[in-house]
């Protein structure tokens, strides 16, 4: 378990809320800079590290006067244009004090929805990295709403909830060795340590079960993520073939406790290693809109790796165009596949049921005998 931490070259570490604030909920600026230092020492090390913070509507919120209780999209949107500028200031400066250049990098769901920026994103990144920068990074809440209204599920944009997600896409995307997010726990427990003394911590995990999922809760008033949002990110690394730690980050020297021999915390091991589309097909995607398959189809996606073809499709969910990422449900409405459709909605909806010898037929044309390829196609 050490070993695989000790080991990581590219690392991913992600500040919530919880871990950067005071019990006051002001930002703990003596805590940040330790932090800072052990980021600082890992670097001297050889390793190469993003961070990923959250922490700039807070700070926005008491530069401006206002309370937990001050609610509003727009208004938190504010606050981050205000606290933004002013966290980054205190990351800037500190890496300069210890001689690291730091880059800021603010990112949207959108960067992560369209290919062709998320391939730049990356080679950006990429660039930085060799370039011998640090990239702190966090969700451009200024023009970015999804995240201030909540996580949200299937057949809606992604969000990223208090950056849980955003940290394990850049993770996953500059195919890092290990993820490390600092909370307000000290890992994943057995039952919620916050309401039952007896729950125990559980220090190792091989693959995101729903056993494991159902472990999930809320989150806490200050931040916006929770449990449930950091085994989603879970889910996300393990399968780019990386390592995810949830670690307590609620004190000073908490990074460098991570990489000593005192860890304490959950670490999630590598299961899979996808390919790089196929992840981003899985994770980085926006849905707009998918389709319901019978139980044959589903048998055939899920044990033969087939494609699917229009005479399994039983409903058409949403709106979409031929090329744009779906999302495929069993016929309770679960989704447990996405791929790229080769027909819009409006045409799956006349072909759905169909043999692929009726789709010309039916529609004028046939530009392919399946509703989704199976090279296109990624079980979740």
Not at 154 to 168: E, I, Q, W, Y
Not at 272 to 298: I, M, P, Q
Not at 330 to 346: H, I, V
Request: aromatic share 6%.
């Amino acid at each position: 378990m050490k070993d695989i931490i000790k080991n990581a070259k590219r690392i991913v570490i992600k500040f919530g809320t919880n871990a950067l604030s005071a019990d006051d909920g002001d930002l703990s600026l003596s805590r940040l800079y330790s932090f800072l230092e052990d980021i600082a020492a890992l670097h001297r090390r050889g390793k190469e590290i993003l961070v990923v913070t959250s922490g700039a509507v807070g700070v926005g919120r008491r530069i401006l006067g206002l309370t937990q209780e001050d609610e509003g999209v727009s208004l938190k949107q504010a606050c981050a244009a205000v606290g933004q500028t002013s966290l980054m200031k205190i990351y800037e400066d500190g890496f300069k004090r210890l001689g690291i250049t730091a880059a800021q990098v603010l990112l949207t769901e959108d960067d992560f929805a369209n290919r062709a920026r998320y391939l730049s994103l990356r080679d950006t990144l990429s660039q930085l990295l060799e370039l011998n920068c640090i990239a702190v990074i966090n969700q451009n809440d200024t023009v970015s709403t999804n995240e201030l209204r909540g996580y949200k599920d299937k057949g809606v944009k992604v969000c990223f909830g208090d950056n849980d997600k955003l940290s394990a896409l850049v993770a996953s995307g500059l195919d890092a060795d290990l993820l490390c997010i600092m909370s307000d726990v000290e890992g994943l427990y057995n039952g919620d340590p916050r309401k039952d003394k007896n729950a125990q911590l559980i220090s190792r995990i091989k693959g995101v079960t729903e056993e494991v999922e159902a472990l999930g809760f809320c989150a806490s008033s200050r931040g916006r993520g929770g449990m449930k949002t950091k085994l989603e990110a879970a889910k996300v690394v393990t399968r780019a073939g990386a390592a995810m730690v949830i670690a307590y980050g609620k004190r000073h020297g908490a990074v460098g406790a991570v990489f000593g021999p005192e860890f304490k915390g959950t670490l999630f091991e590598p299961v899979e290693n996808l390919s790089g589309k196929k992840l981003w097909l899985a994770y980085a995607t926006n849905v707009t809109g998918g389709v319901r398959v019978n139980a044959g189809a589903e048998k055939a996606l899920c044990e033969k790796g087939s494609s699917l073809l229009p005479a399994g499709i039983t409903a058409v969910e949403g709106e979409f165009e031929a090329g744009d990422a779906v999302y495929i449900s069993d016929e309770s409405g679960k989704e447990f596949a996405r791929g790229l459709a080769n027909y819009s909605s409006k045409d799956c909806r006349k072909i759905a049921g169909l043999k692929s010898a009726e789709i010309a037929k039916k529609l004028g044309f046939k530009n392919y005998d399946e509703a989704v390829h199976r090279d296109n196609i990624v079980l979740l």
